[in-house]
């Protein structure tokens, strides 16, 4: 689902700049639009606009705070119940940013997977589901563990070999309680990757995959979590694990893997046109689009060949039959009918030529010049082919270019040259 400026209420939108640079602006009004109209938005909502933007806690509460300065009610309850599902219910218009196209062409070979997969992934959830969760108090212990292991590791690399061994073995023992307090936030919360992760495997990709995304967002929410802030984690670690999902489901559509860092430019490239677009009523050109950006017009051309879609040579023309693209490719090693032809003439020419030599200065010849259908040899390698040195080869090879630039039979090789 993407959403359109064109969903608002009666009252038009005063909106003419965005919380986070890299959040479009037209994808945002709409955004706020939409939610007007209902009066409060999910996270799930919201994370399909920060696409390409990097989370943070301040990033959050920054979008977070534009929302609800709209008078729309921002629906952060995530919270997980005992069995580890989420308390909320299934949102009809559940968001896949890049999902769209890709599930019709994926969905009956991702619907249920192999056996191997399921058996996998059900072994997988009794494991998980036997970890506790964790309390608020318990999140704010770990998260206090882990920023002084932050802080020790910091403090230790300051240090460097000024610091005692008292000193040494005290941060350490602190790098190593928040290390293991990172490991156990991350298992508590495994459950609610997989609770977002459903949302998302039922038509885009297997639920195995959705899952593996989510867990590297959780780890890098773990990674951000500011205990200070006074939220239950799970509140904050969605974004992470929604956009983290998001974008494999945007990497799943294509053939060709794009870098996340080169997929931010070029959605940045793509935003800017979509504005100037608006703006100027015209396509706008490269070197207009290029301004904006600060870069070069190459550099933008170059945006733009990587966002087009790639075919693959295997995929068939129509819905009927058994063409490929491939098919319909011009061969770059045929050779045209005439051209082979006179090719036949020239190897039966050379051939006549050769025949008059005698059969040492032919040999040579056609080891040099590759006649026998390989590779041209060198000096070398023809001295050692018939006992003899470098700069005999050579002789023999400019005496018997010269008797052929002179024989009656050259006559017929000068016509192929000319």
């Given at each position: 689902?993407?959403?359109?400026?064109?969903?608002?209420?009666?009252?038009?939108?005063?909106?003419?700049?965005?919380?986070?640079?890299?959040?479009?602006?037209?994808?945002?009004?709409?955004?706020?639009?939409?939610?007007?109209?209902?009066?409060?938005?999910?996270?799930?909502?919201?994370?399909?606009?920060?696409?390409?933007?990097?989370?943070?806690?301040?990033?959050?509460?920054?979008?977070?705070?534009?929302?609800?300065?709209?008078?729309?009610?921002?629906?952060?309850s995530f919270d997980l119940d005992d069995s580890g599902e989420l308390r909320r219910p299934q949102l009809q218009g559940s968001l896949v940013r890049s999902g769209k196209g890709a599930g019709g062409a994926r969905s009956a070979s991702h619907k249920e997977g192999d056996s191997g997969s399921q058996d996998a992934v059900r072994l997988y959830l009794?494991?998980?589901?036997?970890?506790?969760?964790?309390?608020?108090?318990?999140?704010?212990?770990?998260?206090?563990?882990?920023?002084?292991?932050?802080?020790?590791?910091?403090?230790?690399?300051?240090?460097?070999?000024?610091?005692?061994?008292?000193?040494?073995r005290r941060l350490k023992r602190l790098i190593d309680n928040g290390r293991k307090a990172r490991e156990e936030m991350t298992q508590a919360n495994l459950r609610l990757v997989v609770s977002i992760a459903k949302r998302y495997a039922r038509s885009s990709m297997p639920l195995a995959d959705a899952i593996q995304s989510g867990n590297i967002g959780?780890?890098?929410?773990?990674?951000?979590?500011?205990?200070?802030?006074?939220?239950?984690?799970?509140?904050?670690?969605?974004?992470?694990?929604?956009?983290?999902?998001?974008?494999?489901?945007?990497?799943?559509?294509?053939?060709?893997?794009?870098?996340?860092?080169?997929?931010?430019?070029?959605?940045?490239?793509?935003?800017?046109?979509?504005?100037?677009?608006?703006?100027?009523?015209?396509?706008?050109?490269?070197?207009?689009?290029?301004?904006?950006?600060?870069?070069?017009?190459?550099?933008?051309?170059?945006?733009?060949?990587?966002?087009?879609?790639?075919?693959?040579?295997?995929?068939?023309?129509?819905?009927?039959?058994?063409?490929?693209?491939?098919?319909?490719?011009?061969?770059?090693?045929?050779?045209?009918?005439?051209?082979?032809?006179?090719?036949?003439?020239?190897?039966?020419?050379?051939?006549?030529?050769?025949?008059?030599?005698?059969?040492?200065?032919?040999?040579?010849?056609?080891?040099?010049?590759?006649?026998?259908?390989?590779?041209?040899?060198?000096?070398?390698?023809?001295?050692?082919?018939?006992?003899?040195?470098?700069?005999?080869?050579?002789?023999?090879?400019?005496?018997?270019?010269?008797?052929?630039?002179?024989?009656?039979?050259?006559?017929?090789?000068?016509?192929?040259?000319?």
């Amino acid at each position: 689902m993407t959403f359109d400026s064109a969903e608002s209420c009666d009252a038009p939108l005063n909106v003419t700049s965005v919380p986070v640079p890299e959040i479009d602006l037209h994808e945002w009004i709409g955004l706020l639009a939409y939610g007007r109209r209902r009066g409060e938005l999910s996270t799930e909502e919201i994370v399909d606009v920060l696409h390409d933007v990097e989370l943070s806690p301040a990033v959050i509460d920054a979008v977070r705070e534009a929302i609800e300065d709209f008078g729309i009610v921002v629906d952060q309850s995530f919270d997980l119940d005992d069995s580890g599902e989420l308390r909320r219910p299934q949102l009809q218009g559940s968001l896949v940013r890049s999902g769209k196209g890709a599930g019709g062409a994926r969905s009956a070979s991702h619907k249920e997977g192999d056996s191997g997969s399921q058996d996998a992934v059900r072994l997988y959830l009794q494991e998980i589901s036997r970890i506790a969760l964790l309390t608020a108090d318990q999140e704010r212990f770990l998260g206090r563990r882990m920023t002084d292991g932050v802080n020790a590791q910091a403090e230790l690399l300051a240090l460097g070999d000024d610091v005692s061994v008292l000193d040494r073995r005290r941060l350490k023992r602190l790098i190593d309680n928040g290390r293991k307090a990172r490991e156990e936030m991350t298992q508590a919360n495994l459950r609610l990757v997989v609770s977002i992760a459903k949302r998302y495997a039922r038509s885009s990709m297997p639920l195995a995959d959705a899952i593996q995304s989510g867990n590297i967002g959780l780890i890098r929410a773990v990674e951000k979590y500011d205990y200070t802030r006074g939220f239950k984690f799970s509140t904050y670690a969605t974004w992470w694990i929604k956009q983290s999902i998001a974008r494999a489901v945007s990497e799943e559509t294509r053939n060709i893997r794009i870098p996340a860092h080169a997929m931010e430019s070029i959605n940045r490239a793509l935003r800017v046109q979509r504005e100037l677009s608006q703006k100027l009523q015209r396509e706008p050109s490269l070197i207009e689009i290029a301004q904006v950006l600060g870069e070069t017009p190459g550099k933008v051309a170059e945006y733009f060949s990587l966002a087009a879609d790639t075919k693959s040579l295997d995929q068939p023309l129509r819905s009927e039959g058994n063409a490929t693209y491939a098919d319909n490719l011009a061969s770059t090693d045929s050779v045209d009918p005439s051209d082979g032809l006179q090719y036949e003439d020239l190897r039966e020419a050379l051939q006549l030529v050769l025949n008059d030599l005698p059969e040492r200065e032919k040999e040579v010849m056609k080891m040099r010049f590759g006649l026998s259908g390989g590779e041209n040899a060198t000096l070398e390698e023809v001295g050692q082919a018939f006992n003899i040195t470098r700069e005999r080869v050579r002789q023999i090879e400019v005496r018997t270019l010269f008797r052929l630039r002179h024989v009656t039979a050259s006559a017929t090789l000068r016509d192929f040259v000319e």
